[in-house]
């Protein structure tokens, strides 16, 4: 794995996030992803850790009246801003601090697009096990660098920065714009998910060999490909060829 940000302060990190200004998830696709693999949330209590501006929230609170939910997130002004109705946010260091929750409070966890952002996540992982459920589910969402095969491997034959933003991962030290990013490769992202305690039980993709959809030209050819490639892949090949895993948990015994 290729890291950024290891030895900045959280004021330098906060600052740097400023900087940055707003930026939002995914997209509506993304969350209905994400939202398929949860399955009915009917009557559930559900926890979005790292929920930014709450898009996922808002979509899962509108089509389940019945749920309650719930958001974290470090950021106050995303926090603050989210103002969802139905949706109960609060501002915490998911990396540092105690969930303000109490034990076997949850029965779904979504935590998307956050992990790569977490120099050490071991305590959000213990948080995350300790106000899950036994029986719980957790949705995992993590990029990951083989999407972007074999140019993750090769950086140094890619040259100039334009290239680099089409052939490198987003996540990659000569790419990302992030403060804090970490460029996981496919089964460093098994191994991160599993050492977390918790037990692998489905793996999709999306997005496969994402460079594709990056390059003039090439993008034409792939987007009339994209929707049956996707489905092959998932079926019957391999995931770690996919730029954003989804992975569906649970807590590991003993855990």
């Keep these: 794995m290729l890291r950024t940000g290891e030895h900045l302060s959280k004021h330098e990190i906060a600052a740097a996030y400023a900087a940055l200004g707003e930026r939002r998830g995914l997209g509506e696709k993304f969350r209905s992803l994400v939202l398929d693999l949860a399955g009915n949330l009917g009557s559930k209590k559900v926890l979005d850790v790292g929920c930014g501006y709450g898009e996922l929230l808002s979509q899962a609170a509108s089509a389940y009246q019945g749920a309650e939910f719930f958001g974290i997130d470090y950021s106050p002004e995303r926090v603050k801003e989210s103002g969802l109705a139905r949706v109960k946010t609060q ?4 990396e540092e601090e105690r969930f303000p929750f109490e034990d076997a409070f949850f029965d779904v966890i979504f935590c998307t697009e956050v992990l790569e952002h977490l120099r050490e ?3 959000c992982f213990r948080e995350i096990r300790r106000v899950l459920k036994t029986g719980g589910r957790v949705i995992f969402t993590v990029p990951n660098g083989d999407g972007f095969f074999p140019f993750n491997r090769l950086p140094g034959i890619v040259p100039g920065r334009w290239l680099r933003s089409k052939l490198l991962p987003y996540e990659h030290p000569e790419n990302t714009d992030q403060p804090v990013d970490t460029c996981f490769e496919y089964e460093e992202i098994i191994g991160l998910i599993k050492g977390g305690g918790f037990s ?9 060999f994402r460079y594709l959809q990056m390059l003039p030209v090439f993008r034409i050819f792939y987007g ?3 929707a049956p490639l996707e489905a092959f892949m998932n079926r019957f090949g391999s995931k770690r060829y996919a730029y954003n895993l989804f992975l569906v948990c649970s807590k590991s015994n003993g855990a």
Excluded: F, M, N, Q
């Excluded at 501002?91 to 998911?94: A, E, G, Y």
């Design 91 to 94: 501002r915490v260091d998911i």
């Design 224 to 226: 009339l490909l994209e």
């Design 121 to 123: 996540p071991a305590g």
């Design 200 to 208: 692998v039980e489905k793996i999709s993709g999306w997005r496969y």
